[in-house]
């Protein structure tokens, strides 16, 4: 099994190697062999050849089964133009590996509910979510300018999706739901937007597919308040581009910190990007302060949905349960009377669980 492996910057290659010790114990539990390869993007990657994504990191991802991320960019990048960016790497190695669904789950430890800025009664005891983002399309790809008027500048960035773009995402949502509680909550703007329009016609339609799932649609800024209010509503929440980043983002705070979710991106093609969904927090980078669960997790999902190891999986997360029900923490999950431990450490834990 063939991994490429993207450390990335900031407190990408901290989560990663912890990640990476639980892909070691894992082979070592499930007697299997992964072929891993490190390769450069974003910063480092800019550092060394000039440019975010290198051909040779491309080359190489493609070649591989899976491939491994943990986060890209930081303020020492900030002032590059736009294309060479460290996110620009990001952005290209998605389009090139066609990974068009952007699958996040959103899910609370019961061990965590202190954490999160929510009330008890509101999170319940089963929070269970499952953010469905298109990834490849929308106004992050769009044609994007500036130009100058007469009292300043303009600028715009194009958002458009296609029917086909929208169908192939709905469809992932639709078998998605199909797995969990059968519930798909379709998030736009389409009273206002004419993508949104569009979203909903073409997902009604392939609705009637699966007549025994339950859809229904909201706007947006609803979607916000109501993930606050009562996330338990939601089962599949599926939705564009931009719309997807905020939300998920959102929801993962639900779940105590951005340092506890992962993500997974699939497309037609059989190679998955695992990633946290975290970026490279530079304000706490190099300080074995970062939370590597989320990276950790990563590989979880990684095992399930690329290498349908689901029992190995499940090891990962009943680990995680078990050093969290130690009382162990990172220090952005850290609660009265719990044991404050650093990045290598909770990696080393989690290992020794498994
Ligand atoms: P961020 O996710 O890096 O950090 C937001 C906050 O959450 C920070 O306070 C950070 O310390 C905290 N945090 C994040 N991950 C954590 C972890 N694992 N453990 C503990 N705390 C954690 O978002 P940002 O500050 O908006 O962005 C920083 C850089 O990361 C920017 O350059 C941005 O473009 C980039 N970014 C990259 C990705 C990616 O590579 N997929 C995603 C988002 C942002």
Not at 92 to 98: F, S
Not at 123 to 128: E, I, P, Q, T, V
Not at 265 to 286: F, Q, R, W
Request: aromatic content about 6%; glycine content about 8%.
């Amino acid at each position: 099994m063939k991994l490429a492996v993207i450390k990335g910057d900031g407190i990408g290659p901290e989560v990663v190697n912890q990640a990476v010790k639980v892909i070691g114990v894992i082979s070592k539990k499930y007697k299997c062999n992964f072929q891993y390869q490190e390769v450069l993007m974003g910063g480092a990657a800019i550092d060394e050849t000039g440019v975010p994504l290198p051909d040779e990191t491309i080359e190489i991802c493609k070649n591989s089964d899976a491939v491994l991320l943990g986060a890209v960019g930081g303020p020492k990048w900030d002032k590059i133009s736009r294309n060479l960016r460290p996110e620009a790497g990001l952005l290209q190695i998605r389009r090139q590996l066609g990974v068009f669904a952007n699958l996040r789950p959103a899910i609370m430890f019961p061990q965590l509910k202190s954490a999160s800025p929510l009330k008890e009664e509101i999170l319940g005891n089963n929070l269970d979510l499952m953010i469905v983002r298109e990834l490849t399309g929308g106004i992050y790809f769009g044609e994007k300018n500036r130009e100058d008027i007469e009292c300043g500048k303009k600028a715009w960035d194009i958002m458009g999706y296609s029917t086909p773009e929208i169908s192939r995402i709905a469809k992932v949502a639709f078998e998605i739901a199909q797995k969990r509680n059968k519930k798909i909550t379709l998030v736009d703007k389409s009273n206002v937007l004419e993508n949104s329009r569009l979203w909903r016609e073409v997902v009604s339609e392939i609705a009637k597919e699966y007549p025994h799932i339950d859809l229904d649609y909201m706007y947006v800024d609803n979607a916000a308040m109501q993930l606050i209010r009562n996330p338990n509503q939601f089962d599949v929440i599926l939705t564009g581009n931009m719309f997807g980043d905020i939300l998920s983002d959102e929801a993962s705070m639900l779940t105590g910190s951005l340092g506890m979710l992962a993500s997974a991106s699939v497309g037609e093609n059989k190679i998955g990007l695992y990633e946290p969904i975290h970026g490279s927090a530079p304000d706490i980078a190099g300080q074995d302060k970062a939370n590597p669960i989320a990276a950790i997790m990563s590989v979880a999902m990684m095992l399930r949905y690329s290498f349908d190891m689901e029992e190995a999986a499940k090891d990962i997360e009943n680990a995680i349960s078990k050093v969290l029900d130690k009382g162990y923490r990172t220090v952005d999950i850290m609660g009265d009377g719990m044991i404050e431990v650093g990045t290598e450490k909770m990696g080393e834990l989690i290992s020794e669980k498994i």
